[in-house]
């Protein structure tokens, strides 16, 4: 119980006592769970929480209440939330949207790096956009680029259309199973083509923490038995629409790197490098297809 015999209590003496409840249920980081639902709750920055003077409300304690228990129950934050924070966007959650990871932002940084050096305007596809992070992105950063995005999932696509009216941006979404039906859509062919594909092994889903597991849609995660499924079907299909000297940045797993630069080799692919997270972690892959 967070609530004492007056039914209020100040958002320290709240935080504290809803981290200690976390950890004591074996939740990850309980200190930034506790403070991130209560932030967002009173509609403050996390950093201003310690500021706070006024008491909690019945209401806000008992939403908290229900919050954290939901937290203990190993809910993510974002699904708890509805949404999640991704470079400098909101983003809606559904069911069949992958909550978007902070990795991907560092893709993001990597698909702008090339689109700068490129200059002007681009092309760009997003295949396999979930809530729209990537495209949504690139279309707010680089509004100069025209940006189209795909996914399997009908619901993923209205969530992310959803995403991009509210970020005031323009994306053209197709539905469809990764390039089917692409090359009559974009006669024109493409720029460059970004994709966070489903990574991880069969065999590891069941290994995954609770929050990713329980969580976010299999359809999202299932790369097949090794993991590298999606990226050779998106490097043999790609070709239809890429442009001469089009590039391509994929994010992957962890060590996954080397294994998807051989499979862009083989499948006639320039190797450009690869790009770390912020943890260091090799993240995207960059490559360019070049026919002459
Ligand atoms: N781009 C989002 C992000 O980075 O947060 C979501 C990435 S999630 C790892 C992979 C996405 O690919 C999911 O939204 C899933 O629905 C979609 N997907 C899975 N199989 C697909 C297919 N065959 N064709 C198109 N999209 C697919
Ligand atoms: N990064 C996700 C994870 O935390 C996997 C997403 C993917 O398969 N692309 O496991």
């Known amino acids: ?10 958002t320290r003496e709240t935080v504290r006592v809803a981290a200690g ?26 950093a201003d929480l310690a500021l706070q003077t006024k008491l909690l409300t019945r209401d806000q304690l008992s939403t908290y209440e229900n919050w954290t228990s939901r937290r203990k129950a190993r809910e993510p934050v974002q699904r708890i939330l509805g949404y999640a924070y991704f470079r400098n966007l909101k983003l809606k959650l559904s069911q069949e949207t992958l909550v978007p990871r902070p990795d991907t932002e560092s893709v993001v940084e990597a698909v702008l790096e ?10 760009v596809l997003d295949l396999g956009t979930g809530s729209g992070a990537i495209a949504v992105s690139v279309a707010q950063e680089r509004p100069r680029c025209s940006v189209y995005a795909t996914d399997v999932s009908e619901v993923a696509l209205e969530v992310a259309r959803r995403n991009a009216e509210e970020a005031g941006v323009d994306v053209c979404f197709y539905p469809g199973d990764l390039f089917s039906g692409l090359e009559q859509l974009l006669p024109g062919g493409i720029d460059l083509l970004v994709s966070n594909p489903p990574y991880v092994k069969s065999g590891d ?7 990713v597991r329980d969580w976010d849609p299999p ?11 999606f990226y050779r079907r998106i490097l043999a299909e790609a070709p239809g629409v890429l442009r001469e000297g089009a590039e391509v940045v994929l994010e992957v797993g962890e060590s996954q790197d080397e294994a998807v630069m051989e499979l862009g080799r083989r499948a006639g692919f320039v190797p450009l490098g690869v790009r770390p997270d912020l943890a260091g ?12």
């Open 1 to 10: 119980m967070l609530a004492d015999a007056a039914g209020a209590r100040r």
């Open 114 to 123: 090339r689109l700068d050096a490129r200059g002007g305007a681009a092309g």
């Open 21 to 46: 409840e976390l950890e004591g249920a074996g939740v990850p980081e309980p200190l930034a769970s506790a403070e991130v639902l209560l932030s967002e709750l009173l509609g403050v920055g996390r």
């Open 219 to 229: 359809a999202a995660l299932d790369g097949g038995p090794d993991g590298l499924g």
């Open 281 to 292: 972690t090799p993240r995207a892959v960059l490559l360019a297809w070049r026919t002459a």
């Open 205 to 211: 889903l069941r290994h995954l923490p609770p929050e």
